[in-house]
């Protein structure tokens, strides 16, 4: 862990992240953002190859879990329900409390823990807080919002330096 939020890798989408190679690190939960990493902003549908890595992922034994800020009512709950996976609304990332709260339900510990997101500032810098191996995807769709281009031009220099350290 270290104290500025560089993620350990950048990976072009979650489904680049090999289930086998989590096990193999004693991986046994992962903690996934939703918006713009598991799905684009206003999709709610479960993408079949979302779906086909959450099947490797349990075939491997590692739990996926769904860690989302979203304060849309419902729309955590939805995603997660279709893709058969616990969630988690309103987790307040970048604070820890949620990712705690979310070890503690599934019966892990940060060092068996990994969370997947798109954004430094809330997923990366979260994880960092709590402990836990922060993995950064690209964004799946920045357009849309000139404020995420701003963001992810912030966010590069952390990217860039993420992109030497990965995880698997
Ligand atoms: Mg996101």
């Known amino acids: 862990m270290s104290l500025l939020p560089i993620p350990r890798g950048v990976y072009p989408s979650v489904t680049d992240i090999s289930p086998r190679i989590l096990a193999e690190k004693g991986v046994r939960l992962v903690l996934a953002d939703l918006d713009n990493t598991l799905v684009p902003y206003k999709v709610s549908q479960p993408p079949p190859a979302?779906?086909?890595?959450?099947?490797?992922?349990?075939?491997?034994?590692?739990?996926?879990?769904?860690?989302?800020?979203?304060?849309?009512?419902?729309?955590?709950?939805?995603?997660?329900?279709?893709?058969g996976i616990p969630y988690q609304g309103h987790s307040g990332k970048p604070k820890k409390?949620?990712?705690?709260?979310?070890?503690?339900?599934?019966g892990v510990t940060p060092a068996q823990t990994v969370m997947v997101g798109d954004q430094?500032?809330?997923?990366?810098?979260?994880?960092?807080?709590?402990?836990?191996?922060?993995?950064?995807?690209?964004?799946?769709?920045?357009?849309?919002?000139?404020?995420?281009?701003?963001?992810?031009?912030?966010?590069?220099?952390?990217?860039?330096?993420?992109?030497?350290?990965?995880f698997v």
Request: aromatic share 8%.
């Open 50 to 83: 979302v779906a086909a890595w959450k099947e490797e992922l349990a075939r491997c034994g590692i739990q996926l879990f769904l860690l989302s800020n979203s304060r849309k009512p419902g729309r955590a709950r939805q995603f997660a329900e279709q893709l």
């Open 97 to 106: 409390a949620g990712y705690l709260r979310a070890m503690e339900r599934m």
């Open 120 to 166: 430094i500032f809330t997923d990366t810098l979260g994880a960092n807080n709590a402990g836990v191996a922060p993995l950064l995807v690209e964004p799946i769709r920045l357009a849309g919002n000139p404020g995420r281009y701003i963001r992810y031009a912030v966010e590069t220099p952390f990217r860039l330096l993420g992109k030497r350290r990965p």
